[in-house]
């Protein structure tokens, strides 16, 4: 358990679900530099996705900020000692009818957006078979076994999450037990939206990535920009730290460069000149 202010240690005693005290936000980032990022590394015979830059800047604004990865539980603030991010996969069956598994992948202090990448994209590799189930997936399809299971598990999980009883192994196996729940609709081209944050487990910020869109200004097109909204549980530090966060996710993302270990800062923010106003 953390140790904050007493306005910051109240405010779970104030606003006592997560529901209560959900801000949002929404970055609109230029998707100029993230794709002329991805086209470089590509000829360099490195693919990389839009995803992995996005989660890249966030892990690499984290680690300069991170009580962004902490977590209300029974009205307390804790900070984890691991940084993981769950997302839904989408896979069809062997009927070919769509279908929906969530992963969720673990980042070390010192993964880059290479790592990241990797680490993405084997998850995805060891879960795309059709005939294939991972551990989540196979512990939804107990549950349902046996009439009135779902209710009562959940309820008994519930219960126990809140006292910080809940056994390690279903921990592992939650997708609302992490850092960052992120969901990528620009992936089935649909436009963004507020995602919740969930009342079970320890979800504090859930990043949805839109389809892009086009940014006119009296008629006349300007840029493609990549749509991130933003939902944030405001318990689990101040406005302060957000805003400080939100500056370094911001930064990653124009200069998504820095996302790789050992990447000098570009010039003029070595210099100390402020950064580019991002839409809200």
Not at 17 to 23: G, K, T
Not at 62 to 78: A, Q, S
Not at 105 to 117: C, H, K, L, M, W
């Amino acid at each position: 358990m953390t140790k904050e202010s007493p306005y910051v240690a109240l405010t779970p005693y104030i606003m006592p679900h997560r529901y209560d005290a959900q801000n949002m936000v929404t970055e609109y980032a230029d998707m100029e530099p993230l794709r002329t990022y991805i086209h470089r590394r590509r000829k360099e015979g490195v693919r990389i996705s839009y995803m992995a830059l996005v989660l890249a800047a966030y892990h690499k604004a984290y680690l300069e900020n991170p009580k962004l990865n902490r977590f209300i539980m029974n009205k307390r603030i804790y900070q984890r000692n691991h940084f993981c991010v769950s997302f839904v996969m989408l896979k069809k069956r062997a009927d070919g009818t769509p279908d929906e598994t969530t992963l969720k992948v673990r980042f070390e202090p010192e993964d880059d957006v290479i790592a990241i990448n990797r680490r993405i994209e084997n998850v995805i590799a060891e879960n795309e078979n059709a005939q294939h189930d991972n551990a989540t997936d196979k512990f939804a399809n107990f549950l349902f076994t046996v009439p009135f299971l779902p209710g009562l598990v959940i309820g008994l999980a519930r219960l126990l999450d809140r006292w910080g009883l809940l056994p390690k192994f279903i921990i592992e196996l939650s997708p609302f037990h992490t850092s960052l729940f992120i969901t990528n609709l620009a992936s089935i081209n649909t436009t963004h939206i507020f995602h919740h944050t969930y009342e079970f487990g320890t979800t504090s910020v859930f990043v949805c990535m839109g389809k892009p869109v086009v940014d006119y200004i009296h008629g006349q097109y300007r840029k493609k920009l990549l749509p991130l909204t933003c939902v944030m549980d405001e318990r689990i530090c101040t406005g302060v730290d957000y805003a400080q966060f939100w500056a370094c996710f911001s930064r990653y993302l124009r200069h998504p460069e820095l996302t790789e270990n050992g990447a000098a800062a570009p010039a003029e923010e070595a210099a100390g000149e402020p950064p580019e106003e991002t839409e809200a």
